[in-house]
């Protein structure tokens, strides 16, 4: 079942009120299989740091959520991050395997549970601010955050599949099916979160990798961050 976007944020996230006029800076960085998002992810917070240290501005250092992001959720449903990995795999259960979980186990949560636990945990943690979430749906949970932005790698299927290739030891062709496999995946978690045919959560700017190096795409998304002052 699809969950309106305004509707989730409003009822199973964070309410307006608790939000703090400050919340973020917040990065969010989606991408097509095979683009280098963590490469991109990590540079961005080395030049943002050097960018804090330059101007004197005491601020927490900018991170890259990730593990964070299994534990805290864990954490919060009193279940072992192993029960709920299958999330962060993309994958999701079927309604005859969440009636057998339910049967089998008094720690059982559902599906959807566990979905907008993690979902609220992504959303506090922008919230806090100064962080960089990489995938999870992190453009559809933060997009009304006033202090954020929200960036997308793309490339054409034949330059990510060389590089899928390559990592994975495939055939071009494999690559390939392996990457629309991934790719479709991650599509449908985030519509989970954004609806399906919603165009509510844009991104603010979508990068080719093919044709534009990390060290370019940072640097474009540093005068972003500028023009945004992101950074005060």
Known sequence: M????????SERLTDDSDQPEEAGPVITISRLYGCPAKKVARKLISELSLKLAAKGI???????????ILSESARELELDPDKIRYVFD?????????????????????????RNTVGRVIRNIGIEGNVIIVGRGGVAITRDIPRSLHINLDAPMEWRAMRVSTK????????????????????????YFEGKDTDYT???LTFNCMTLSVDEIVEIILKAVDVRKLIK
């Open 2 to 9: 699809e969950v309106d976007l305004l509707k989730y944020m």
């Open 58 to 68: 005491k601020q927490p250092d900018w991170r890259l959520i990730s593990k964070e």
């Open 90 to 114: 993309y994958e999701q259960k079927g309604v005859i395997d969440d009636i057998f979980s339910a049967h089998l186990t008094k720690y059982y949560k559902s599906d959807r549970r566990i």
């Open 168 to 191: 994975h030891n495939l055939s071009l062709e494999e690559a390939e099916k392996y990457a629309n496999d991934v790719d479709k995946k991650r599509k449908q978690f985030r519509d």
């Open 202 to 204: 844009k991104f603010d």
